[in-house]
């Protein structure tokens, strides 16, 4: 396992590092970053970097799984949408508790998922407090179209 970090502190729980680093089947390779995959029908090898030496380590590997990362990238939302502290988009009854600049403008309550921005909805991980898992972003996707047809009805 690539963790491009010191350590999995940071975007991790605490149980999870521990059934990770309990378990013999997983290596941890702290400070390295995915640099290379190959093969011809299918991949075959994969390479990595040792951030710290820059030795460039290639092993047969026949499946590779990304964690791209457990921040929001939400920072181009800001002064449109309300965020958390965290960067994550605030929705439905968590809009309740938002001072400006961005209050909920409406006299209806916000839709579940509806963000601060009328008719405009989140879903998946860049939700605060969304479980961070693609079934759930899915689930939250198939709520949101009967709610967009609310709003719609509402015009």
Not at 2 to 26: C, F, G, K, T, W
Request: with cysteine.
């Amino acid at each position: 396992m690539l963790v491009r970090s010191d350590n999995l502190a940071q975007s991790m729980s605490r149980y999870l590092i521990q059934r990770i680093e309990e378990n013999p089947h997983i290596q941890l390779l702290y400070g390295s970053e995915l640099s290379a995959l190959d093969g011809h029908d299918h991949l075959e090898t994969v390479s990595w970097i040792e951030k710290s030496s820059g030795e460039i380590s290639t092993e047969t590997i026949r499946h590779v799984f990304v964690m791209a990362g457990a921040s929001p990238k939400t920072d181009w939302l800001s002064g449109c949408l309300s965020l958390d502290k965290k960067g994550f988009v605030l929705s439905g009854r968590d809009l309740e508790t938002v001072t400006p600049p961005n209050p909920w403008p409406l006299a209806r309550q916000p839709q579940m998922l509806e963000t601060s921005l009328p008719g405009v909805f989140v879903v998946g991980d860049a939700r605060s407090g969304s479980v961070k898992r693609v079934a759930s972003a899915v689930g939250e996707g198939s709520v949101v179209v009967q709610l967009i047809h609310q709003v719609l009805a509402e015009v």
